[in-house]
């Protein structure tokens, strides 16, 4: 699996009582987990986790379900379904970086408010026509 272009995970996930569960990437050189809490028993409920940090682990080849973990023997039923991979958007794992300012896509230190840029705003786009319709 690349984490570095599809590292979002998502499976829907039916229990028969409120709980939590694992969903491991484990392969020849480490593993990536999450764990996701299942709060309400009984209907199908669609879980997310995004694995973009992770995008440097090579080699991942399981994937992995843990349900009840900490729990040695259960005779709950969990049942799964639709587990699809894809990629997380544009910017999943782009770590926001002090040296710009704004590049109207992924780093957007305006409206992050990170240190440095407090006396600096976004304006109103004065002329949003053409390819430019943005509202700042």
Same mark, same amino acid.
């Given at each position: 699996?690349?984490? =570095? ?9 039916? &229990?028969?009582? %409120? ?12 593993? #990536?987990?999450?764990?996701? $809490? ?8 669609? /879980? ?5 940090? &992770? %995008? &440097?682990?090579? $080699? ?17 039923? /969990? ?5 699809? #991979? =894809?990629?997380?958007?544009?910017? &999943? ?15 957007? $230190?305006?409206? /992050?408010?990170?240190?440095?840029? %407090?006396?600096? =705003? %976004? ?8 390819? $430019?319709?943005?509202?700042?």
């Amino acid at each position: 699996m690349d984490l =570095s272009t599809n590292n979002l995970f998502k499976i829907q996930v039916k &229990a028969a009582v %409120a709980s939590a569960f694992i969903l491991k990437l484990e392969g020849t050189s480490g593993f #990536v987990e999450a764990t996701k $809490n299942i709060a309400i028993a009984g209907e199908w409920i669609e /879980y997310s986790f995004d694995f973009s940090k &992770a %995008a &440097a682990t090579p $080699n991942l080849k399981k994937i992995i379900l843990f349900f009840d973990p900490g729990v040695d023997a259960s005779a709950d039923t /969990y049942l799964f379904d639709n587990l699809t #991979v =894809s990629p997380a958007g544009p910017c &999943a794992g782009v770590a926001p970086s002090a040296k710009i300012l704004d590049d109207f896509e992924c780093q957007r $230190n305006i409206a /992050y408010g990170l240190p440095g840029f %407090a006396d600096i =705003s %976004a304006v109103d786009n004065p002329d949003k026509t053409g390819i $430019n319709t943005s509202t700042s």
